[in-house]
């Protein structure tokens, strides 16, 4: 199994998860355009995907997501509630390229299962996946308010994360966002914040190598330095240390992560 976040921050989200058998998009927040352009980057193309999983239907995960799916007749993974939200957003897509995949279920293709789970946002019906391949497992957990136990429990013990680090708490204090927006930001159906990220990590990780992607940074209320020093601080309060079985690496709005191996 391989991945590469494409991209990821407030301004547009997109994952891509591949097996020898399968290719899977998480997400489209992009145009279809910059999407071309991101997948030639890591040498793929989209025709060769065997679909597209939706997280929820906020903009920045479902930008592209009409045009792309239409452009390479793609199969598009998503729960019932969803679909409702993202009507009128995505235009038509044909019946036979509407697919449910409801919370809390577990959908098989070649040796792939992949497991869906709920999050807290403020979103019709919000959820992320894993992956499981081989005894490996991918987690992408991103637009959560907070990490509950039982999100714990589902996640915990993965090979690779991708993990929300989405705000500094005072850079979105001090800064220049409504009260109303920092509010929502702040609220247990918003974003988790660095340290948030940090102390939810320390308690799915196993002492094994584990890969952390610290993704859906704010572009207002965060930087990547930062978030990897405070992430990195935590951690090391809790008692573990960056690099000696856990690594943490940064994702970008623009440019995909390599592919890799998880």
Not at 81 to 101: V, Y
Not at 110 to 123: K, M, Q
Request: charged share 25%.
């Amino acid at each position: 199994m391989r991945f590469s976040v494409l991209a990821s921050g407030s301004t547009g989200n997109a994952i891509y998860v591949e097996t020898d058998e399968h290719a899977f998009l998480v997400d489209v927040g992009l145009s279809g355009k910059k999407m071309e352009q991101l997948f030639a980057k890591i040498d793929r193309d989209m025709k060769n995907l065997s679909g597209i999983l939706v997280t929820h239907e906020h903009s920045d995960h479902i930008k592209g997501l009409g045009v792309v799916a239409r452009k390479y007749n793609l199969p598009i993974y998503a729960n019932e509630k969803t679909w409702k939200a993202m009507e009128g957003q995505i235009g038509n897509i044909p019946l036979d390229q509407r697919f449910q995949f409801e919370m809390e279920q577990v959908q098989t293709f070649g040796s792939l299962d992949i497991e869906s789970f709920a999050v807290s946002h403020d979103a019709a019906d919000p959820m992320f996946y894993c992956f499981h391949e081989n005894g490996r497992k991918l987690v992408i957990i991103t637009d959560t308010g907070y990490v509950s136990d039982r999100m714990k429990g589902i996640i915990r013990g993965a090979d690779s994360f991708v993990f929300e680090s989405n705000h500094d708490i005072n850079m979105l204090q001090m800064g220049k966002y409504p009260w109303s927006i920092k509010r929502r930001i702040l609220s247990d159906v918003g974003h988790v914040s660095n340290e948030d990220a940090a102390i939810a990590i320390s308690e799915v990780v196993d002492e094994k190598p584990t890969h952390v992607y610290l993704s859906h940074l704010s572009k207002e209320n965060n930087m990547k330095e930062l978030a990897r020093m405070t992430v990195k601080q935590t951690l090391q309060s809790y008692g573990i240390m960056e690099g000696e079985f856990l690594h943490l690496h940064d994702t970008d709005a623009e440019e995909p992560t390599n592919l890799v191996t998880v």
